[in-house]
């Protein structure tokens, strides 16, 4: 029987540590679409990391949920999105302006940052990338769909009123990213498994980080990375071994998905 599956991208199919996706698990994706099932790539990650996505996964996925799970890919074109609204990204900037902090996110105009801070040129040294375009006008953009404070977690007491309304996920030590309470993975998810006629318990779900939470609960069988956040692990129906151990291809294999 067809089932949909979701699968995060980083640290889950693809390993920081060894910086590649696993031969096995690129096999395992090969066999699970020899097999007709929906494979659904679920990253808190932009519309910009397709590329690298497609190329180290070395598949086209049948549907893609970007920016955990505010915009939906599905045959090149965007089948759902969701973006957070002009006047509340404009109180978030407003108190950032007030208090000098950077802030950036991705838009409908690609990834961006209002300007450059030491916080902003430290998170993306470490990230080993290019620091996103400077857009001046940033706040006045009417399409954001996650928001990014470059700011320490002792800084967020600062903008906690605002927090509150919001999903956090700290990607850096100096950077956090925002979305709406009532976004998340499973956003898409539900969207995708409704359009495509697939019941909860036709669906499987691979993840490792605490954005993956609502995503693992949403799906039929939640799987966690034995490295990932406790927190998950703790909900999670199996624990996978990581990525660089072919913890994906040996628990698809364990559930009969390639039989």
């Not at 620091?131 to 977690?153: A, C, M, S, T, V």
């Not at 539900?190 to 993840?207: Q, V």
């Not at 990375?225 to 990525?243: S, T």
Request: aromatic share 10%.
């Amino acid at each position: 029987m067809r089932k949909i599956i979701f699968l995060d991208f980083d640290n889950t199919l693809y390993s920081h540590r060894t910086g590649r996706v696993p031969s096995s698990a690129r096999k395992a994706l090969e066999d699970l679409r020899s097999r007709g099932h929906f494979l659904v790539l679920a990253t808190g990650r932009g519309l910009e990391s397709r590329a690298m996505v497609d190329r180290e996964t070395a598949i086209f996925f049948d549907a893609y949920i970007f920016l955990n799970g505010q915009v939906v890919i599905e045959n090149e074109q965007v089948v759902f999105e969701q973006h957070i609204s002009l006047e509340n990204t404009k109180r978030v900037f407003s108190l950032a302006d007030s208090l000098g902090v950077a802030y950036g996110g991705f838009t409908c105009v690609g990834q961006a940052l209002n300007r450059l801070t030491p916080h902003v040129q430290a998170v993306w040294d470490d990230f080993e990338s290019d620091i996103p375009p400077i857009l001046p006008g940033f706040r006045d953009i009417e399409k954001i769909y996650l928001l990014q404070l470059y700011i320490e977690e002792s800084e967020e007491p600062l903008f906690q009123d605002i927090l509150n309304g919001y999903v956090t996920n700290r990607p850096h030590q100096y950077l956090l990213s925002l979305i709406p309470k009532n976004a998340g993975k499973s956003l898409g998810m539900n969207f995708l498994m409704d359009k495509h006629g697939f019941g909860k318990a036709d669906s499987y779900a691979f993840g490792d980080g605490y954005n993956d939470v609502d995503m693992l609960l949403c799906a039929g069988c939640g799987i966690a990375m034995a490295d990932g956040n406790e927190k998950l692990k703790a909900l999670a129906d199996i624990v996978c071994p990581p990525a660089d151990e072919d913890g994906i291809a040996r628990i698809i294999e364990s559930l009969g998905l390639c039989t």
